[in-house]
């Protein structure tokens, strides 16, 4: 009998020393932990919008850019045709 009762002292000891009131604040922490990588992702988010919108107006613009350099070379290969045009006429 002081055998078993040895026996369940200890192992009430041992329960008790394994069971801690630190789980509260692990939850604490875990709940600070998702709050945090939630707003980081927010920022996140923001800045990837920012800096699409920003790249979005610079493909813009070098499209823009673009298209007026094609109508410039347009307008300069007219040019070349119509003085072609006029240099074969003079000496016909």
């Not at 026996?7 to 009430?12: E, G, I, K, P, R």
Request: with cysteine.
């Amino acid at each position: 009998m002081k055998k078993s009762l040895l026996s369940m002292v200890l192992l009430m000891a041992l329960g008790i020393s394994l069971s801690s009131c630190r789980d509260t604040k692990k939850s604490d922490t875990v709940e600070e932990t998702v709050e945090n990588a939630s707003e980081a992702m927010e920022e996140t988010a923001e800045d990837i919008a920012e800096a699409t919108d920003g790249a979005m107006e610079e493909a813009g613009e070098a499209v823009d850019e673009a298209v007026e350099a094609a109508g410039d070379a347009v307008d300069a290969a007219g040019e070349a045709i119509e003085k072609t045009k006029e240099a074969i006429e003079k000496e016909e």
